[in-house]
């Protein structure tokens, strides 16, 4: 842990926390609950958010996961800290992670990353803004390829996104409009640019 995070004393499920786990830990037979460790450190981290407006998983949200499951706090740590999905530290109230790699980089990634950068004010990866509104930080490919590049917005995807796709988004979003997840050319799925070429008259359709 970084010695500047500053971290919360205590950490306790909530309500809606208490109900997520119930189900998570249902699924799994008795003696393996632990199986259940990743999906209870996003049940974590979604609270923080809820209410700090900071979505991370502090080190007592870590213990808390590791006391209901009955592991070891060290193997919980060891999770947190390998998925890169998990936030060690607070970030901002909107959390962008832009995609870079090949794909998403062919088709125009480095664009994207420079109107974040101008959009949210801040200068590269891992920063937040002033305001603390937008965290920037870089995405090892982010699964949506055919619709690259990808503009993870907490757990949004944006995809299809230019320069100016991106500056109309992130403005959006200052303003506290949240606009529709997706390809922002109105492309239908993952579908050719321009619409399906292919199974265009389904029978019952």
Not at 117 to 133: H, I, N
Not at 145 to 153: H, M, S, T, W
Not at 169 to 181: F, K, N, S, T
Request: net charge negative.
């Amino acid at each position: 842990m970084s010695e500047e995070v500053v971290q919360p004393a205590s950490f306790a499920f909530d309500p809606e926390s208490e109900a997520a786990i119930a189900q998570i830990v249902a699924r799994y037979p008795a003696g393996r609950q632990a199986s259940g460790v990743i999906p209870l450190l996003y049940v974590v981290q979604r609270q923080m958010k809820r209410e700090t407006g900071s979505a991370w998983v502090p080190l007592k949200g870590m213990d808390a996961v590791a006391e209901r499951l009955k592991m070891a706090p060290i193997r919980v740590y060891e999770v947190a800290t390998f998925y890169f999905m998990f936030n060690m530290k607070p970030v901002g109230k909107f959390h962008m992670q832009v995609c870079g790699t090949t794909p998403c980089w062919l088709r125009g990634s480095d664009d994207v990353l420079k109107a974040c950068k101008e959009a949210a004010g801040v200068t590269g990866y891992g920063q937040t803004s002033e305001d603390g509104l937008f965290t920037l930080t870089e995405a090892e490919c982010l699964g949506g390829c055919v619709n690259a590049p990808i503009l993870c917005v907490d757990d949004d995807y944006y995809e299809d996104m230019d320069y100016d796709s991106t500056m109309r988004l992130i403005e959006a979003l200052r303003r506290g409009d949240r606009p529709v997840p997706g390809s922002v050319i109105g492309r239908q799925t993952s579908a050719p640019m321009g619409g399906p070429q292919v199974l265009t008259d389904v029978p019952g359709e």
